[in-house]
């Protein structure tokens, strides 16, 4: 990819493209924490108060196998 693209080493990725990522030896993970931060500020809604998420955060999403082929 080097040999295509213009890259240079400039230590661990810690931010790129609004998502924050956070290397560990259990693997790579990623997160939007700073950006929801940045879009709380920008419309003075630090202060407001949380609500639950509406949907289950624990389902793991598989392949429809059965499902239509899209193209």
Known sequence: ???EL???MMGELT???GLQVKQLKHGTFLSQSKYCF???KKFKMEDCKE???PIP???LMDADETGQQVD
Do not use: D, K, P
């Open 38 to 40: 940045n879009l709380l």
């Open 51 to 53: 609500a639950v998420t």
């Open 57 to 59: 955060t624990n389902c």
């Open 1 to 3: 990819m080097q040999g």
């Open 6 to 8: 213009e890259m240079s």
């Open 15 to 17: 931010y790129f493209t």
